[in-house]
């Protein structure tokens, strides 16, 4: 069974910096079509993707996030990373962690992931 375990998120103020974390466990899904991500969403708003990281470590953002937020991974401690520099209020969401083992591209839609973090607060004030 696929667990997906978000940590990190918090309350900062804007131009602070947050790095969460997703553990996973039961996902060992190592094919060249295996994508993770990074999802938000707002309270009113639609979940929106973040960032996508593809099994061989290419990257895609979200043009609101490019040049200041990182994803990266840990396979040997099957752990994916957001580090979020440069914090904004407009960046304040819950936000979730994917994956999807069988995606041709890691797009960065969220009615494409399959499996589900529970996600993780982020509250950035003015």
């Known amino acids: 069974q696929v667990q997906l375990v978000e940590s990190g998120g918090g309350s900062v103020q804007a131009g602070g910096s947050l790095r969460l974390s997703c553990a996973a466990s039961?996902?060992?899904?190592?094919?060249?079509?295996?994508?993770m991500g990074w999802f938000r969403q707002a309270p009113g708003k639609g979940r929106e993707g973040v960032a996508t990281?593809?099994?061989?470590?290419?990257?895609s953002y979200a043009e609101s996030v490019k040049g200041r937020f990182t994803i990266s991974k840990d396979n040997a401690k099957s752990t994916l990373y957001l580090q979020m520099n440069s914090l904004k209020p407009e960046d304040t969401a819950m936000y979730y962690c994917?994956?999807?083992?069988?995606?041709?591209?890691?797009?960065?839609?969220?009615?494409?992931?399959?499996?589900w973090g529970q996600g993780t607060q982020v509250t950035v004030s003015s």
């Open positions: 990281i593809t099994n061989y470590g290419s990257t």
């Open positions: 994917a994956a999807d083992p069988q995606l041709v591209r890691c797009w960065l839609s969220a009615s494409l992931y399959r499996y």
């Open positions: 039961g996902y060992t899904y190592t094919s060249s079509n295996n994508c």
